[in-house]
C-alpha cells in the first residue's frame, strides 16, 4: 500500500490533460469500429443507439475523467459502468482505472477491476452480443481480463514511482530542514563562545582598571608615587584587555579550512599563580591552596583556570577588601574541586555594568567538560563558587 499522501501525485498542465483525453478517445474510437464489425445483427433501436448515443456517453465519460483525482472511487465507478451499455467509454473506463490504480490502494483497485471485468462481460452477452462465426467463446473473457490486468500494472508502476519521488523529495527536504538546524545550532553555539571568551578575556581586566580609577577619583591622601603606580597599573591592565581582545577576534575571525596557524595557548591551572599574584598585586587578599600533584586534562585546567579567575573578578567587583580564598582539590580517576569564596563585603562594591554572562557561561563551560557548577551566598554572609570537573584516570602504557 501506498505511503505517500494522495497529494504526492503531481498537478497536471493543459497538455498532460489533452493527450490522456485523447488517448482515451482513441481507444474508445478503435472500441467503438471494432464493435461494428464483430457484434451481432442489431434492430432499429439497439441501431440507432449504438450510432448515437453511445458515442455521446462515450464523450461525457471523457469529459468527467477530468475530476478523476479528485474524486477517484466515484468517477471510476460511474464510468464503468456507463461502459456497460456505450462501447465507447471503454476508453474513459481504462484511464480511470489506470489512474485509481496509481494510488496503489488495492482494495478498491481489485473491487473496481472485477466491476470492469464484471460489465465488460455483460456488454459482450446482453447489450452487443458477438457474432459466434468471429471469435470462440473464451476469446472474449480472455482479452478482457488480461487487459484489465495490464491497465492495472501500469497504474501501480505509475503510483509506485510517483510514491519513490516523492520519498526522495521529502528526504531531500527533511536533510534540508536538518542541516539549516544544525548551521542555526551551531551559530548558536559559536555566539555563546564568543561571549564566553569575550566575557573572560575583558571582564577580569576592567574590574582591575574599574578598580583603580574609582580609587583616584576619592583618595586624597595618595602621594605623587603611589599616583603614578596606580596609573601604571591601569594602563597596564588596558593594554593587556586590548591584547587579549585582539588574540580572541584574531581566533575568530581566522578560516580555520585556510589557516593552519595555531591558535595563541589558553591559561591553565599551571598559570593560577600568577593570576593570584596580579590579584595581590591589586591590593586583594586572596590566600590559594592547591594539594593537586598530578596534570590536569588540558580541557579541564583551562576551565578550572576560568572558574578561579571569574571567582576574583566578582569578589573584585561586588566585595572589595573582602579577604579571597581558593582551593583546588582532586586527583586522577576522581573530580577536581575548585573553591572560590570571599568573606562579606567590607566596603560597596564597584558600580561597573555587569553582562549577566559571566556565571551562565562557566555553567556552560562546567556542563562542556562534564562538570557541574554552583554558587551562591554562604551562611557568614560572603560568596562561594564551587565547580567539580570530572579528572580521567591516567592510561597506564604497560612501560616502565
Known amino acids: 500500500m501506498s505511503s505517500a499522501p494522495l497529494s504526492s501525485a503531481p498537478p497536471l498542465r493543459w497538455w498532460s490533460h489533452a493527450w490522456r483525453l485523447a488517448v482515451a478517445a482513441l481507444i474508445g474510437g478503435l472500441a467503438w469500429n471494432t464493435s461494428q464489425v464483430e457484434m451481432a445483427p442489431l434492430d432499429?433501436?439497439?441501431?440507432?443507439?449504438?450510432?448515437?448515443?453511445?458515442?455521446?456517453?462515450?464523450v461525457a465519460c471523457i469529459l468527467l475523467t477530468l475530476l478523476r483525482r479528485r474524486y477517484p472511487v466515484t468517477i471510476a465507478a460511474i464510468v464503468t459502468v456507463v461502459s456497460t451499455v456505450s462501447v465507447t467509454a471503454n476508453g474513459a473506463a481504462a484511464l480511470v482505472l489506470c489512474s485509481l490504480a496509481?494510488?496503489?490502494?488495492?482494495?478498491?483497485?481489485?473491487?473496481?477491476?472485477?466491476v470492469c471485468i464484471g460489465t465488460g462481460l455483460l456488454t459482450d452477452t446482453v447489450f452487443y452480443p458477438k457474432r459466434p462465426d468471429i471469435q470462440p467463446d473464451w476469446y472474449g473473457p480472455t482479452v478482457l481480463t488480461a487487459t484489465v490486468?495490464?491497465?492495472?500494472?501500469?497504474?501501480?508502476?505509475?503510483?509506485?514511482?510517483?510514491?519513490?519521488?516523492?520519498?526522495?523529495?521529502?528526504?531531500?527536504?527533511t536533510a534540508e530542514r536538518e542541516q539549516h538546524a544544525r548551521a542555526a545550532e551551531a551559530r548558536l553555539l559559536e555566539r555563546n563562545r564568543i561571549a564566553r571568551e569575550m566575557h573572560d578575556v575583558l571582564a577580569h581586566r576592567i574590574s582591575v582598571v574599574a578598580m583603580h580609577a574609582g580609587a583616584l577619583?576619592?583618595?586624597?591622601?595618595?602621594?605623587?608615587?603611589?599616583?603614578?603606580?596606580?596609573?601604571?597599573?591601569?594602563?597596564?591592565?588596558?593594554?593587556?584587555?586590548?591584547?587579549?581582545?585582539?588574540?580572541?577576534?584574531?581566533?575568530?575571525?581566522?578560516?580555520?579550512?585556510l589557516d593552519d596557524t595555531p591558535e595563541p595557548p589558553q591559561p591553565t591551572l599551571a598559570d593560577l599563580e600568577r593570576l593570584v599574584a596580579e590579584a595581590r598585586a591589586?591590593?586583594?587578599?586572596?590566600?590559594?591552596?592547591?594539594?593537586?600533584?598530578?596534570?590536569?586534562p588540558a580541557t579541564s585546567a583551562r576551565t578550572a583556570y576560568r572558574i578561579a579567575q571569574e571567582g576574583l573578578t566578582n569578589a573584585r567587583?561586588?566585595?572589595?577588601?573582602?579577604?579571597?580564598?581558593?582551593?583546588?582539590?582532586?586527583?586522577?580517576?576522581?573530580?577536581?574541586?575548585?573553591?572560590v569564596g570571599n568573606a562579606a563585603a567590607r566596603a560597596p562594591g564597584l558600580s561597573i555594568p555587569s553582562s549577566g554572562y559571566g556565571l551562565l557561561g562557566l555553567t556552560e563551560r562546567a556542563e562542556l567538560v562534564g562538570g557541574t557548577l554552583d554558587y551562591g551566598p554562604d551562611p557568614a554572609g560572603g560568596y562561594r563558587l564551587r565547580a567539580v570537573l570530572p579528572w580521567p584516570a591516567a592510561v597506564s602504557t604497560g612501560e616502565r
Open 102 to 114: 496509481t494510488r496503489r490502494r488495492y482494495a478498491e483497485t481489485i473491487a473496481m477491476s472485477i
Open 149 to 173: 490486468a495490464a491497465i492495472v500494472a501500469i497504474g501501480f508502476a505509475v503510483g509506485a514511482r510517483r510514491d519513490l519521488v516523492w520519498s526522495l523529495r521529502s528526504r531531500a527536504e
Open 217 to 257: 577619583g576619592f583618595r586624597t591622601d595618595l602621594t605623587r608615587e603611589q599616583t603614578a603606580a596606580t596609573a601604571k597599573t591601569i594602563a597596564e591592565n588596558a593594554h593587556l584587555a586590548l591584547q587579549e581582545l585582539r588574540e580572541v577576534l584574531g581566533v575568530l575571525r581566522a578560516d580555520t579550512a
Open 317 to 339: 567587583k561586588h566585595s572589595p577588601g573582602a579577604p579571597v580564598r581558593v582551593r583546588i582539590d582532586g586527583g586522577p580517576g576522581g573530580d577536581l574541586t575548585v573553591v
Open 282 to 296: 591589586t591590593g586583594m587578599d586572596v590566600s590559594i591552596t592547591d594539594t593537586t600533584t598530578a596534570e590536569l
Open 44 to 58: 432499429g433501436m439497439q441501431l440507432a443507439w449504438f450510432r448515437v448515443v453511445d458515442p455521446l456517453l462515450g
